[in-house]
């Protein structure tokens, strides 16, 4: 398979006002075209900090990042998905999900604009088109937002814990939600969390970090039988796989703390 | 037998309609938002319920009734005190003393025309102060460093009162209308511009990273997003400039003017004719509600609710 992304020895500093803050610390990693492939690590270590140096935002301070084989980061290759749906409540779910067309103005806008419909007939929320975001449960409105990245079609989408603001039971449903939208449009996904279950349970790769200043400690394949992430969860494997990422990221508190 | 069985018959009839419908709206579920049309028929609710409402009516009615109630008492005592002597109407006038003022104010015509220039200077001044507030806070906005260096300047002519600058203005524009619109703006566009410029700061950062993110750049990011995130902020700064516009006009015709309820207001106080004074504060009560209530209009379109 071919990478979609990949990281060679990429180093970042935070400047401020009176320090230098050494966030990656020679981070090389690849990714493969229509894989999904999870961050865990403790938090503040700098995860995020890759996904807005993936999605151009972020320019590295040495190092090479390398998109679909370019160096050159072109955005309109990435959709990135927040935390919080960021939706805009002053406008419907359908005027919502075609916000980055309007922003973009491709030339093929039309066929653009039938392929978002589609989406919103397959994933269930046609039916809601013409109403203000205000009235979608949670877990709906992560759904809008996933559906407004992927009418842009991004080739990578970037999702920076996008379930840790729902609460549990949604959390899981979503999770095989998004798991199943994100398989059947054949994308690849780079997932940052801190919830060592749902990376296990979502992805075909995860890449554990250290403490800042992050590198990348340990790649893990799961490879979990179980067609959903749900079922994944009730595999045998599952426990182990949790334990040994559960005492990296712990190991890594203690020896902050000596 | 049959009577039975058509009994069952029916209920089973009923059930699947019942069925078909519960499945007709799992197929197109139901606005969230009814209208009060639609609410109104579906109120079948328990008795609680309807007691609950009506003592939710009866307790509108009271605040109602006590409202007119409040005015009738204190307009009662005022011309009751005033009538019987007990204060001299020299100095306080009385209700039927303004309403006849108002009466003959009304028929040599020069009410309106007092009228007509107050609240022109008012509307005129209100909307230069709104336009250009509402631009230099895009401006500001638009530009980190240009909004640094005048930052402290906005916050100095925020705290000096306006009035102090009468004879500069005088000197500048000249007596008159000019004058009394400078005025006016003066008063409103501060406010304005500090109040418009924190709404647009207080956009959340995600939703313009998320922007970013989607390539848009600051033209689109101000239309798309900050524009109508503002917008509630926008209607109560329309508020707030009501009455602030109100009291720039007046406090310029105290300075330097020939006509307005200002003008009236000053005059009847010189003469000692406080019907006329009471009369022209009347007017002006009734002219900057009307305004307030225009602006409230647009308060519900654009609910606050909305902002997220």
């Known amino acids: 398979m071919k990478n979609i992304l990949t990281f060679q020895n990429v180093n970042y500093f935070y400047q401020t006002k009176d320090d230098e803050i050494f966030a990656l610390n020679n981070v090389s990693f690849d990714i493969e075209e229509k894989s999904f492939v999870s961050l865990v690590g403790p938090s503040g270590c700098g995860k995020t900090t890759i996904l807005s140096l993936t999605a151009g935002l972020l320019t590295p301070s040495s190092g090479k990042i390398l998109l679909d084989g370019e160096e050159s980061i072109d955005t309109k290759k990435i959709g990135y998905m927040f935390q919080k749906d960021f939706l805009f409540e002053w406008r419907s779910v359908w005027k919502n999900i075609s916000l980055g067309l309007e922003i973009q103005k491709p030339k093929n806008l039309d066929e653009k604009l039938a392929f978002a419909e589609e989406l919103l007939k397959k994933y269930d929320l046609f039916a809601f088109k013409d109403q203000k975001p205000r009235s ?87 490879n979990l039988a179980g067609k959903t992430p749900l079922k994944r969860r009730e595999n045998e494997e599952f426990g182990k796989l949790f334990d040994n990422i559960w005492r990296q990221l712990i190991y890594d508190k203690t020896e902050e703390k000596n | 037998m049959t009577k039975q069985k058509k009994k069952i018959e029916n209920e089973q009839n009923q059930f699947s309609k019942k069925e078909k419908e519960i499945q007709k709206t799992r197929k197109n579920p139901p606005k969230m938002h009814k209208n009060k049309k639609e609410i109104k028929e579906i ?19 009271v605040i109602v009734f006590f409202r007119i109630f409040v005015l009738a008492a204190f307009l009662g ?72 260096v005048f930052e402290p300047y906005i916050v100095v002519l925020n705290s000096l009162p306006k009035i102090a600058l009468g004879p500069v203005i005088i000197l500048w524009v000249g007596a008159g209308t000019n004058a009394i619109v400078l005025m006016c703006v003066l008063i409103c566009i501060v406010i304005t511009t500090m109040s418009m410029l924190s709404a647009f ?31 509630p902020e926008f209607v109560s700064v329309l508020k707030i400039n009501v009455g602030m516009s109100w009291v720039g006009s007046i406090m310029g015709e105290y300075l330097t003017s020939k006509a307005g309820l200002g003008y009236l207001i000053v005059y009847g106080g010189q003469i000692f004719k406080i019907d006329l004074v009471m009369a022209a504060t009347f007017i002006l009560c009734i002219l900057a509600f009307g305004m307030y209530y225009f602006v409230s209009l647009l308060e519900k379109k654009y609910n606050p609710k909305t902002k997220s």
């Open chain 2, 77 to 148: 005592l005022w011309e009751l005190l005033t009538y019987t002597n007990v204060i001299d109407p020299f100095f306080i006038s009385s209700p039927s003393r303004i309403i006849s003022q108002i009466v003959l104010l009304a028929k040599d015509g020069t009410l309106w025309g007092h009228a007509w220039v107050t609240l022109y200077e008012t509307l005129i001044g209100f909307a230069i102060a709104t336009v250009l507030g509402y631009i230099i806070a895009v401006l500001l906005w638009w530009n980190e460093k240009v909004r640094k």
């Open chain 1, 136 to 222: 979608l449960s949670g877990g709906m409105r992560q759904r809008v937002a996933l559906i407004r990245t992927l009418a842009l079609e991004p080739k990578l989408l970037l999702l920076d814990e996008p379930f840790s603001a729902l609460d549990y039971q949604t959390r899981l449903t979503l999770c095989d939600d998004v798991h199943s939208i994100i398989k059947s449009e054949e994308k690849t996904a780079i997932l940052v969390t801190h919830d060592i279950s749902e990376a296990l349970s979502m992805s075909d790769k995860i890449l554990v970090l250290s403490n800042r200043p992050a590198t990348v400690k340990d790649t893990i394949f799961p």
């Open chain 2, 201 to 231: 700061l207080s956009v959340e950062e995600g939703k313009i990273l998320l922007l970013k993110s989607m390539n848009a750049n600051k033209f689109q990011i101000f239309f798309k997003l900050v524009l109508p995130s503002a917008m």
């Open chain 2, 43 to 61: 109120k079948n609710f328990s008795k609680s319920h309807q007691l609950f409402v009506k003592r939710l009516r009866r307790d509108k009615f």
